[in-house]
């Protein structure tokens, strides 16, 4: 996916403390946690398949997607708060209802 102005792992963390309705969100390695609470597992397995991203803000090269982008007249997506917010809960499924408003 091309996006034009990518959030940092910083946004997306403030982002997910909205979402939640927490604050102070820490990314920590889940086999440090002593007794995890089970919104702590669920993130902690939705996180895993990505940890090795999450240590730093990565960039990935889409100078091609680009060029084609431009050639069909298509602009690159935005990813604006609310979309991110709609991702997080697309994650989480039905399983957990949202806890707060945006």
């Known amino acids: 996916m091309v996006i034009r102005n990518p959030p940092t792992h910083e946004e997306l963390r403030r982002l997910a403390c909205r979402y939640f309705g927490v604050s102070g969100i820490e990314l920590v390695d889940a086999g440090t946690l002593v007794d995890p609470s089970p919104l702590e597992r669920e993130v902690a397995s939705l996180l895993a398949p990505y940890r090795d991203y999450l ?16 050639v069909a007249g298509e602009p690159a997506p935005s990813l604006d708060d609310g979309v991110i917010q709609c991702l997080i809960a697309h994650a989480l499924g039905p399983r957990r209802a949202r806890r707060t408003a945006s």
């Open 55 to 70: 240590d730093h803000d990565v960039v990935f090269d889409d100078v091609h997607l680009r060029r084609v982008l431009t």
